[in-house]
């Protein structure tokens, strides 16, 4: 069985949706014929969409910003794309343990985002704040990391399920690849937790960055910018951050054919990985409700993910 599945691919090419067809499966069907269990799911998007609700806060208070300059804008510092996943890190381990907090929300989300940043050798920007500047932008921000907290409290793995792992990386226009770090998933990757790389397995989504972009316009619908399945990544991050991206190359440049090297303390991490051919638009209808979901769509996904999930299984 698949222990833990990280769902990659540029925005908006189907990931999400992907997730909640796997959610919807019987447990015996996507045992037999997929290799996975009942899914808990992990995605760094709900991160990205607080940062910006901090930054937000911030300049409203006329304060340099920690993470966004404005609302259309990419990081300030690049270095915040490996802040994400030491946050990722540290979701995975509460699925076993869970947070433990009973004080602020927003305090918790501060302090979550301070030590992140400096494990990803960022400024972590909160601590430097005066005691009441900080209690004010917590505050601003409790009632949406209250939710976080709440929905990352109620996560639990428990054996024989898959643990799904979302995220996005990607590159300027006119990189080459492998693209500098702290680009792409060549430097995200091995930031991951060795036990997540002990037993990931890598599922890439694939669409060309035009089709990405294409779809992350029609998907995004005003006043649902933290929805997993109906937020819009700004036009000008897609073409300053994910005009491409690096995961055929680092499969193309594996020492083992299927695989992704991950070199991690001085390891390699030989993670299986296949690519899912998504740019025939296999996936959209999924947003829909599922009582709408046809069946000649249901059929040509459920061949096309069959043949992926049969290479990474081996």
Known sequence: MIEILLLLALPASGKSELRRYLDSLDPEVALRTLGIGPTVQIDDFPYVHL??????????????????????????????????????????????????????????????????????????????????????????????????????????????????????????????????????????LPLLAPEILDRARILYVQVSPEESRRKNRERTVVGEEGSILHHGVPEQVMLADYDGDDAVWLMNSATRPGTIDVGRDSRNYQVPAAIFDNRGDLTSFLRAEPESWGIEDLTALRVRLEEAFGLLRG
Not at 68 to 78: E, L, P
Not at 107 to 122: F, H, I, M, V
């Open 51 to 188: 940062m910006r609700r901090f930054s937000q806060e911030a300049i409203g208070l006329g304060l340099d910003p920690p993470f966004f300059g404005d609302d259309d804008g990419t990081f300030i510092d690049g270095r915040d794309w490996g802040t994400l996943i030491h946050l990722v890190n540290e979701d995975f381990r509460f699925l076993t343990n869970g947070p433990v907090h009973d004080g602020s929300a927003g305090n918790w989300l501060t302090a979550r985002l301070a030590e992140a940043r400096a494990k990803a050798g960022g400024d972590p920007y909160f601590p430097s704040l005066s005691p009441d500047v900080r209690s004010r932008i917590e505050l601003a921000i409790e009632v949406e990391a209250r939710d976080l907290l709440d929905e990352i409290s109620e996560r639990r793995w428990r054996p024989g399920q898959t643990i799904v792992i979302e995220f996005a990386r990607g590159m300027p226009a006119g990189s080459v690849c492998p693209p500098p770090p702290p680009l792409g998933y060549g430097y995200s």
